[in-house]
């Protein structure tokens, strides 16, 4: 049975079932770039091969379902899981009573809960409740609060640890993976307004290994798995889009986006933070042959170029949940590495692209998506701003130390701007002063042209009048 599975994954690979229905270059309305980017260079000579972030994103725990989501006792590692998922709601008087400690062993709800002094531990009762830790029903081990943690990390810094007190003055010791924890919850309650978050892709919700399983079994036809597989939204996404995003995006406006890098049915929502491409081969189109199951189109120009292009897109793993936050050994930094054929017309613009037979790693789609700020049950976590982490592009520049060199650089680059913005001003209100004299001087000769000639211009005036009746 193992044999056939594997020629049963051969002949799918073969078949390529990204183009059963989907053979030629061009991208479709689901993965057009142009509503995934919002104005975007199409000329390749102006995308760079190789970007990433100045700024890397942080890892951290996708805070799994099966473990009680953000309710799990991550400190309490060695423990039993009936300590670290499954425990009982402290009681009032047990948790009034917690010294430093045991207070840095609780979860994050509970920390959470002991901060705003609600010792009802209400976010760690509908933490237990959501993910149903307490029901004994088995979980997908996938399921998780990745659709949030993914964001978070390109959204705010990497926190750092923090001691905090509450209205009875109980020191809560927040480690950086609790903080993590609550920016992962904040962003899945403030859920994804479909305003500010922009995707490209379609999830694919196909059961693959049960399709190969039922048709190396005969239990289908290698046409009806075909015929099934882009039903499910699995023709996966055109390389050329995805090649404009990555240059975009990473590469000319230094911004991370969101993938699901699983083409199953499973969603993994990681980060990307950088790519390098590599033009392996170029070859001119001499005719429409050349043009593999080319489709007549007048909307686009038909390519002039095709190039063969490996390239290396770098993303962030998860990774189980520290007190310090940092990546220790930098085990979340991961590289996929995609081959493709990019279509480029006689302009030099990207028109298209198609995946190599030999890959077999693709995306299943991309998404990225504004800060929504704070939930309202979450908004004193503005207060962990600037002391245990910072939003991105709000206060990261303010924080950090410059050295005299680039404080010299700044200063100049400011009174240039400054003189600039004078000149400007100056140029303004010479221009405004000029016009408002040519108005005055124009307006007068017009009225001295008139009263001059107002006899000459009332008699041609009555002559036009006559020749007219």
């Not at 911004?255 to 083409?263: A, L």
């Not at 990546?327 to 279509?343: A, Q």
């Not at 504004?370 to 206060?395: C, I, Q, T, W």
Request: hydrophobic share 35%; with cysteine; charged share 30%.
């Amino acid at each position: 049975m193992k044999y056939f599975f594997f020629i049963a994954l051969i002949i799918l690979t073969k078949s390529s079932f990204s183009q059963v229905k989907k053979n030629f270059y061009k991208w479709e309305k689901i993965d057009n770039p142009e509503d995934f980017l919002i104005g975007y260079e199409t000329k390749f000579k102006h995308l760079p091969l190789k970007g990433r972030l100045k700024r890397l994103p942080w890892s951290g725990y996708y805070w799994a379902t099966y473990n009680g989501g953000i309710a799990y006792r991550w400190q309490s590692i060695n423990r039993s899981k009936k300590d670290r998922v499954t425990y009982d709601i402290l009681s009032r008087e047990k948790a009034s009573k917690l010294t430093t400690i045991q207070i840095a062993l609780l979860s994050p709800s509970e920390k959470w809960d002991l901060y705003l002094s609600d010792y009802n531990f209400t976010l760690t009762k509908a933490e237990k409740d959501r993910t149903g830790v307490m029901s004994g029903k088995k979980i997908p081990k996938w399921f998780g609060l990745c659709h949030a943690w993914a964001p978070a990390t390109l959204q705010y810094t990497n926190p750092k640890p923090i001691d905090l007190k509450n209205h009875f003055g109980q020191t809560i010791t927040f480690g950086s993976s609790d903080i993590k924890a609550l920016l992962t919850y904040n962003l899945h309650l403030q859920g994804q307004d479909p305003k500010d978050t922009l995707f490209m892709g379609g999830r694919c919700n196909a059961n693959l290994p049960f399709l190969l399983k039922a048709f190396a079994g005969g239990l289908i036809s290698k046409e009806t798995m075909n015929n099934l597989i882009p039903d499910m939204k699995c023709q996966d996404m055109n390389p050329g889009a995805i090649h404009l995003a990555l240059t975009n995006l990473i590469g000319l406006r230094q911004k991370g986006f969101i993938m699901d890098k699983t083409r199953t049915g499973e969603v993994w929502n990681q980060p990307v933070w950088s790519y390098e491409s590599v033009i392996e081969k170029e070859k001119v189109v001499k005719s429409i042959k050349d043009l593999i199951s080319f489709k007549k189109s007048h909307d686009i120009l038909l390519p002039e170029k095709i190039l063969t292009v490996r390239t290396k897109v770098g993303w962030i793993n998860e990774h189980a949940p520290n007190y310090s936050g940092r990546d220790l050994g930098g085990e979340s930094l991961k590289f996929v590495t995609y081959r493709y054929y990019l279509y480029i017309n006689k302009y030099g613009h990207i028109v298209g692209g198609r995946w190599h037979s030999k890959n077999k790693e693709r995306p299943d789609f991309f998404w990225r998506t504004k800060n929504p700020g704070y939930n309202d049950y979450m908004k004193y976590l503005a207060h962990f701003e600037g002391r245990s982490f910072e939003k991105v592009g709000h206060m990261d520049a303010k924080a950090r130390k410059r050295s005299r060199k680039e404080l010299k650089k700044l200063f100049k680059k400011a009174t240039k701007k400054f003189i600039l913005a004078k000149r400007f001003i100056k140029n303004s209100k010479e221009i405004n002063g000029n016009r408002k004299k040519f108005k005055k001087s124009y307006s007068n000769n017009l009225k001295s042209y008139l009263l001059k000639n107002m006899k000459s211009l009332k008699k041609k005036l009555n002559k036009m009048r006559g020749d007219y009746l």
